[in-house]
């Protein structure tokens, strides 16, 4: 997995992140602003429903997420005993195998 993480690393391109986040099996909230971070975000929050998105997709560019509505998502994300949390958690150890089993020797 450190060689494909260098790998990724050194060509510059800022999938990263994702990459690791998946790794280590941790949950996370995305705030897609432009490039690759919206179909990241996207793969991260509707695909994959390993975190969840700091701003809403129907917000318009001109419109700002206000302190309040990130302080009751970080809020909501750390409460570890909501349902809606375990379930994320679930599907992120579910992802987490996946590509340890990937990366493993004769792995998939």
Do not use: H
Request: glycine share 6%.
């Amino acid at each position: 997995m450190d060689e494909i993480i260098a790998g990724i690393c050194n060509s510059g391109v800022g999938y990263l992140w994702v990459t690791r986040g998946l790794y280590a099996g941790v949950p996370m909230l995305t705030f897609p602003i432009f490039w690759d971070q919206v179909p990241n975000s996207t793969q991260i929050v509707q695909d994959w429903k390993t975190g969840w998105r700091v701003k809403k997709p129907e917000i318009a560019s001109e419109s700002l997420v206000t302190r309040d509505e990130i302080t009751e998502l970080v809020k909501r994300f750390m409460d570890l005993n909501s349902d809606e949390r375990k379930d994320m958690s679930k599907r992120t150890r579910e992802v987490q195998e996946s590509c340890r089993e990937a990366v493993a020797e004769n792995g998939c």
